[in-house]
């Protein structure tokens, strides 16, 4: 291919494949009895009035192309079911289509939109089964005020719905208007920072949508799973990878329907005992959490063929775990088996999941002051004369106790308990250790990782910030006389 000044072009269209930048669609015509029209990657920017689509199209292809606007000529189809506009620059699309009541999927994905198409929600398409929104990222531009509003007055009747990606954010109560939604996807795997931030989960707006039976939620920043999630009743499948989850309440073991559950890039530390309850489960990821311990109640699921481990914490698993079909052990803190079914069942697990390692999890060392310690009747003696000196000071220091004293100036003078040299801290046991690590993670605050107890804290802030009384006129003045 050459340009205009006769060199060589080594540039091809990314969009064209190899074909010509540009079509003339002066001349576009098809016979009649057409019903499938594919002019995707065309580079198309416009669609001329004169142009002709057959009587009878069903499925029209027009991705890939520089569309500002849906052309005329295609709102006037009255027969078209399928129609995909995506990776366009399509940024409104509000008027209402000739197809209205007969299209059944729509793929508006990768466009510009500056808000969702008005005429699906207001004319609530009846044959509409699969509406595709997914990467619009100026999506929620124009709901701010009474706009948003007036979307929640109406309701989407399609069956699967895609709005991943979409920056909902603060805007994440316009899925309580899929109310008939089976299928919805508001997260993807991919990391992006226009993803939809739900934080946890069922969220507003999401609780409108109980009828629901498969859910992805991936990578949409959530770390708390709420007690009601159970409202799904009829979830089949759910993701819930790429998130901050730390735990599973109990009331995630009453989804009995579940079959697949997909946990996998978690902080998970365990699961709830009561998993036993979801008889019809047959895959669980959790691979790539924390997991330090695995309930034997979890192989109770009749329906369990599928299990992946990769990447926990876990320093031993129950022998029945072999049992499953597909299974990865490895990276955890335990040798990894080397028989040959287990083998088999590893590598179909890693048809789809590259980049991963085989053996065991390196242990990362400690520093000293934070390596396990085990306590003996010498170091139980050493904290019982570090408690004993601790209340001597606290004797020695304290302020003056008697009623009669509360006027004197030392009374008021704050105190505090000194901590002598020799009364170095002891050694942190493996829990206090755990916890600890866990604080800092930000995962929780548990009462067992105060050093002190909590009383003793809030007696030495009294101590410190003692209350003023101020003396109001009149308060103690005697004007009694002598005589009286």
């Known amino acids: 291919m050459e340009t205009t000044d006769g060199k060589p072009n080594s540039k091809k269209n990314r969009h064209c494949n190899g074909i010509a930048k540009k079509i003339d669609t002066t001349f576009l015509q098809w016979a009649e009895h057409i019903t499938d029209i594919d002019i995707s990657n065309k580079n198309l920017k416009c ?29 006037k189809l009255d027969k078209l079911k399928n129609l995909d506009l995506s990776y366009n620059n399509i940024t409104y699309f509000d008027d209402t289509p000739s197809f209205c009541h007969t299209i059944e999927t729509l793929n508006l994905a990768y466009n510009h ?67 008939g939604v089976k299928s919805l996807e508001v997260g993807i795997s991919s990391i992006s920072s226009f993803s939809n931030r739900l934080e946890e989960v069922p969220c507003i707006g999401l609780d409108k949508c109980c009828d629901i039976e498969r859910l ?75 997991l330090c311990v695995l309930p034997e109640s979890v192989f109770e699921c009749e329906s369990l063929k599928y299990v992946d481990l990769y990447n926990n914490g876990l320093y031993e698993v129950p022998e029945v775990i072999l049992n499953v079909n597909e299974l990865d052990l ?48 010498d170091d139980e003696e050493f904290l019982k004369s570090i408690e004993e000196n601790k209340a001597k000071d606290c004797q020695q220091y304290d302020p ?10 030392e009374y008021w003078v704050p105190c505090f308990t000194l901590v002598l040299p020799h009364c170095a801290s002891p050694p942190v046991s493996p829990w206090m250790y755990y916890i600890k690590q866990k604080m800092a993670e930000g995962n929780f605050c548990p009462v067992d990782a105060h050093t002190e107890p909590i009383m003793e804290l809030v007696k030495y802030q009294n101590k410190c910030n003692p209350k003023v009384c101020v003396e109001e006129e009149g308060q103690f003045d005697d004007y009694s006389d002598d005589d009286s």
């Open 330 to 377: 490895a990276q955890n803190f335990f040798d990894e088996p080397e028989d040959e079914e287990y083998l088999q069942k590893k590598e179909i697990i890693r048809i789809n999941a590259t980049d991963r390692y085989n053996g065991r999890k390196v242990e990362q060392e400690r520093p000293d002051s934070e390596h396990s310690y085990c306590s003996t009747d």
């Open 113 to 179: 939109l500056a808000s969702p198409p008005y005429w699906i929600w207001v004319n609530s398409p009846k044959n509409l089964v699969e509406l595709n929104l997914n990467c619009n990222i100026n999506i929620t531009e124009s709901l701010v005020n009474i706009y948003l509003d007036e979307f929640l007055k109406y309701s989407v009747k399609a069956k699967t719905i895609k709005i991943a990606n979409c920056q909902l954010r603060n805007y994440v109560e316009i899925l309580s208007t899929f109310t």
């Open 216 to 290: 992805n939620l991936s990578n949409t920043q959530i770390f708390n799973i709420k007690k009601n999630i159970d409202i799904f009743k009829n979830l089949v499948e759910i993701n819930l990878s790429m998130n901050d989850i730390g735990e599973l309440p109990q009331e995630f073991c009453n989804l009995e329907k579940l079959e697949i559950c997909v946990l996998s890039f978690n902080r998970l530390l365990y699961l709830p005992e009561e998993i036993f309850k979801l008889k019809k489960l047959r895959q669980l990821h959790l691979d790539n959490n924390e």
């Open 47 to 75: 669609l001329p009035d004169n142009v002709q689509f057959p009587p009878n199209v069903y499925n029209l292809n027009l991705s890939h192309n520089l569309f500002i606007e849906v052309p005329n000529v295609v709102l």
């Open 400 to 409: 003056p106790s008697s009623p009669e004293d509360w006027d004197s100036d």
